[in-house]
C-alpha cells in the first residue's frame, strides 16, 4: 500500500475524540492531555509512513498506545521511588525520608491557616523563626539559631552578613567541592568575603591560621570535609585549637559542619563525625549544617551559635531570598521535636533507623524478598535467586568511607541482560532504583522498608516477565 493510502486511513483526532475510548479517556483525564496525547501519536505514525516504515494502520495498536501516552502525561513528575541501592542519604532520591508522624505535622500546617508570623499571644505579626529557636538551642546547647533553605544558603549568608569585603581564612585541605558543583570558594566569592587560603592540602597548622591573620580578617572557617576522606601523612587544625586562636584575636570561628548530626555514633563504632552538641560546647561561635542528612529532616540549612552575630546574619537582605517555607518548618520541627527523647530517636527518624539498623534485621528483609520472589517455583526459570553479604554507604556527602554491612537480593537473570532487568525495573510503577554488581542486580534491603516488600516483590516478578 502506498504512502498516501496509508495516511488517508489514519483516523482523524475528532473521530478519536468521539470513539468509545475516547470519550472515556475524557471522564478519566483533562481533554487538553488526552488531545496532546491523540496528535502525538498520530504525528508520530504519519512521521513513519512518510519515512516508509509504515505498512498499515492498526487500529486497535494507535488505541493502546494513546491511552498508555495519556496516562503517563496525567501522571507525576515528582514520584515516590523504591530505593534498593542501599545508599541511604541518597542525594538523587531524595535524601532523608520523614517519619509518619513528621508527615501528619506537615499536612496539619499546609491544609489549615497557620500562625507562620503570628504572635499569637501578643496579637501582632511575629517571626517564622521564632517556632524554631527554642528547639535549635535546648537541642545544640547554642545561644540562638535560625534557619534557611539549605545549607549552602547558610553557608553564603553567614560569610555575606559576617565578613563581606573582608579575609575569611581556611585550610587549602578543606576547600570541598560536593554534588551538584558547591564549592566552598565559589560561595565565598558569591557573598562577597574574600578567601584566604592557607596550610598544604594534606597538612594546615594553627601557626598558619595565625600567619594570615591581617587587619581585614574578619572570621576563621572549618569547614567539614563532606563526601571524602584524607588519609596518611596528614593533619589539621582542631575546632578546639581554632577557637583557642580566635580568643586569643579576638576573631569569630565559623565551622560548616554540613552533615548535622545530634546524636553520638561512637557507641556504634563511627568516630568520624563530631556532633553539633560538641562544636558548639568547643566554642564555635557559629554552626552551620544541613536539615536533610544526618539529622533525618527536611531539607534545611541550619545556623546556630552566638546570639549576637545570629543577630547580624538574621537582619541580612538574603535572609528573606532564603527563607524556608512553612511545610518545611513544620517538617524540621516535627523532627527536631523527635530529638527532645534520645532513648527513642533512633526509630523515630527513618534515616537514623536505616544507617544503625542490626544486619540480621536487613538480612530477615532480604529472606522475606527471597522467599516471596521463590513461592511455589516462582521464577526459578527466569532468574537465579540468592541472598548475598554486601556494604552500604550512607551518602549525601556525610560519613564518608564508612561501609555499613548490609545484606542484598541478587538477581541473575537467565533470559534477558542485567542491564535490561535494571532498566525495566527503573521504568516500573513504581519505580525500583537498583544496582549492578559482578553481572547480577542488587537489591539492598537496607534501604527498603518493610511496607514496601511487597511493591518491591510485585516489580521484579513484572520485571522478569
Given amino acids: 500500500m502506498d504512502k498516501q493510502a496509508l495516511l488517508s486511513r489514519l483516523p482523524s483526532v475528532d473521530e478519536l475524540l468521539k470513539s468509545d475510548d475516547g470519550l472515556q479517556w475524557q471522564q478519566k483525564y483533562p481533554r487538553q492531555l488526552v488531545i496532546r496525547a491523540i496528535r502525538v501519536v498520530l504525528n508520530n505514525l504519519r512521521e513513519t509512513i512518510l519515512e516508509g516504515s509504515g505498512r498499515e494502520v492498526d487500529l486497535i495498536g494507535i488505541i493502546s498506545r494513546i491511552g498508555a501516552l495519556v496516562e503517563e502525561l496525567a501522571g507525576y513528575s ?10 541511604v542519604l541518597h542525594t538523587n532520591l531524595g535524601r532523608s525520608i520523614l517519619s509518619p508522624e513528621v508527615i501528619a505535622h506537615i499536612a496539619e500546617v499546609a491544609g489549615n491557616y497557620s500562625n507562620l508570623e503570628y504572635d499569637i499571644e501578643q496579637g501582632v505579626r511575629g517571626k517564622r523563626y521564632s517556632h524554631i529557636k527554642r528547639l535549635l538551642s535546648e537541642l545544640t546547647g547554642a545561644e540562638d539559631g535560625i534557619i534557611v533553605n539549605n545549607n549552602a544558603a547558610a553557608v553564603l549568608v553567614c560569610l555575606a552578613a559576617l565578613a563581606k569585603g573582608e579575609e575569611v581564612i581556611v585550610s587549602r585541605g578543606e576547600l570541598v567541592e560536593i554534588g551538584g558543583s558547591f564549592r566552598i570558594p565559589d560561595v565565598m566569592s558569591g557573598s562577597g568575603a574574600i578567601l584566604r587560603e592557607v596550610g598544604t592540602t594534606n597538612k594546615t597548622h594553627t601557626f598558619d591560621f595565625e600567619k594570615a591573620v591581617t587587619e581585614n580578617t574578619a572570621l576563621l572557617m572549618k569547614v567539614h570535609q563532606s563526601n571524602f576522606r584524607m588519609i596518611g601523612f596528614t593533619s589539621d587544625v582542631t575546632i578546639e ?23 553520638d555514633l561512637k557507641p556504634y563504632g563511627i568516630h568520624i563525625e563530631p556532633t553539633v552538641q560538641e562544636v558548639v560546647a568547643a566554642g564555635a561561635d557559629i554552626v552551620t549544617f544541613s536539615g536533610d542528612k544526618l539529622l533525618g529532616g527536611p531539607q534545611a540549612g541550619v545556623i546556630v551559635g ?117 532498566r525495566r ?25 518493610d511496607k514496601e516488600v511487597g511493591a518491591l516483590v510485585k516489580a521484579v516478578r513484572a520485571a522478569l516477565a
Fill in 78 to 87: 515528582l514520584k515516590p521511588c523504591l530505593n534498593a541501592t542501599g545508599v
Fill in 241 to 263: 585549637e581554632m577557637v583557642s586562636l580566635g580568643q586569643k584575636l579576638k576573631l569569630p570561628v565559623m565551622f560548616d559542619l554540613g552533615s548535622g548530626c545530634l546524636i
Fill in 306 to 422: 552566638r546570639r549576637q552575630l545570629i543577630e547580624i546574619i538574621e537582619k541580612n537582605p538574603l535572609i528573606r531570598a532564603m527563607r524556608i517555607d512553612k511545610m518545611s518548618l513544620a517538617a524540621l520541627e516535627a523532627t527536631l521535636m523527635c530529638y527532645l527523647d534520645m532513648d527513642s530517636v533512633r526509630e523515630k527518624i527513618p534515616t537514623l533507623s536505616m544507617l544503625l539498623q542490626r544486619p540480621e534485621k536487613i538480612k530477615a528483609r532480604a529472606k522475606k524478598v527471597a522467599s516471596m520472589l521463590m513461592k511455589r517455583g516462582a521464577l526459578t526459570d527466569r532468574a537465579n535467586i540468592e541472598i548475598v553479604a554486601d556494604v552500604s554507604q550512607s551518602g549525601g556527602g556525610a560519613l564518608a568511607g564508612i561501609a555499613f554491612d548490609t545484606f542484598a537480593v541478587a538477581i541473575a537473570p537467565m533470559k534477558m541482560s542485567v542491564n535490561d532487568l535494571e
Fill in 425 to 449: 525495573l527503573r521504568l516500573g510503577n513504581p519505580p525500583v532504583i537498583a544496582r549492578i554488581k559482578e553481572d547480577r542486580l542488587i537489591l539492598d534491603m537496607r534501604t527498603l522498608l
